[in-house]
């Protein structure tokens, strides 16, 4: 899973929580780690939606001001028959 910096630097910061992916095939699992350029973050859980079911709050926690810009985002993104919701945390410095 490829992370932009900035979104790198606010989940280290602790401002994101929320990832969404949209994608054929998962690429990591929820209890596993992700090595990245700032560090090491859990992949605390996992779960598959609707890109429609993405609430104000959920969207907030992913960093985007809102639903609105969200849903812009999401239609930048890549196809993928699959999207999911992942929750992330910073551990540490790898």
């Not at 690429?27 to 609707?50: E, N, P, R, Y």
Request: proline share 3%; glycine share 8%; aromatic share 8%.
């Amino acid at each position: 899973m490829l992370l932009k910096a900035a979104l790198l630097e606010e989940i280290k910061a602790g401002k994101v929580d929320l990832i969404f992916r949209r994608w054929s095939r998962p690429t990591v699992k929820a209890g596993g780690t992700l090595k990245t350029k700032v560090g090491l973050l859990a992949i605390k859980a996992i779960d598959d939606m609707a890109p429609e079911d993405v609430t104000e709050a959920e969207a907030q926690r992913a960093g985007f001001k809102d639903v609105a810009e969200f849903r812009t985002w999401l239609a930048t993104m890549k196809p993928g028959h699959l999207f999911q919701r992942i929750e992330v945390g910073f551990l540490g410095e790898a």
